[in-house]
């Protein structure tokens, strides 16, 4: 089965730093990529997603960029803000068959500090 | 629209014990399915179903079942608890999506804290 790779665990950054999450995956069929995020207390919510026919796609201050050579897709979140700091789920997909079973990541968890 | 609900928010059972979480979602979503969440593990799918009458085997499925006799609720069985269920459980729900477009949005309750002692 597909097999989701996250890193790092924890990542802290000074507010207006950028934030980087790295993930790699390992079926080649997978196709779609969705970023959640989580507060503290709070159930996961879709902040971004990419499908395998799009290279890169952003939203405000958050981008995600995908290398399907290379297996593997980044979040990207500039001028990040203390809001931001929460846990983040990297996951992927794939269509056909077992259709809908998201793989997900271990999660990163992003401190923005003042 | 309530969108998903869960049901209880927290429980505490002792080993032996059965229980049953609820789950449902009034978007009309097919695919449904049931998450744990355990410190540094992530997210581990359980059980899925693609629709009413269907249900498919997670990532770590034993101990638990499932059924799906309408599209809108998806409730998890835990047949003798063990201390290590204890967990927070989320049910999630999503449109099905035709071949080649790969998933969707899952849109996910607010979580059962369970304990099991």
């Known amino acids: 089965g597909e097999n989701v790779e996250q890193h790092p665990s924890t990542l802290s950054v000074q507010e207006g730093d950028s934030a980087v999450i790295k993930c790699t995956y390992s079926?080649?069929?997978?196709?779609?990529f969705p970023w959640y995020k989580q507060e503290l207390g709070k159930r996961p919510q879709l902040i971004i997603d990419i499908r395998s026919n799009v290279g890169e796609k952003k939203d405000q201050r958050i981008a995600v960029t995908l290398n399907k050579t290379a297996k593997h897709f980044s979040l990207h979140i500039t001028e990040t803000q203390p809001e931001d700091s929460a846990v983040y789920f990297c996951a992927a997909s794939r269509s056909g068959g077992s259709n809908y079973k998201l793989t997900f990541g271990k999660g990163t968890l992003l401190t923005v500090n003042p | 629209n309530a969108g998903v609900t869960q049901t209880p928010k927290f429980q505490v059972l002792k080993t032996g014990q059965s229980m049953t979480l609820q789950c449902a979602q009034d978007?009309?979503?097919?695919?449904m399915s049931w998450y744990r969440q355990d410190p540094g593990m992530g997210l581990r799918l359980i059980h899925y179903s693609v629709g009413a009458g269907i249900t498919d085997q997670g990532e770590v499925p034993n101990g638990y079942n499932v059924s799906r006799s309408t599209t809108e609720d998806f409730p998890l069985r835990l047949l003798s608890a063990a201390p290590s269920q204890t967990s927070v459980y989320f049910c999630?729900?999503?449109?099905?999506?035709?071949?080649?477009?790969?998933?969707?949005?899952?849109?996910f309750g607010p979580g059962t804290r369970l304990t099991v002692t």
């Open positions: 079926d080649s069929a997978s196709n779609y």
């Open positions: 999630a729900s999503s449109y099905s999506r035709p071949l080649l477009t790969g998933g969707s949005e899952q849109y």
């Open positions: 978007m009309n979503h097919e695919y």
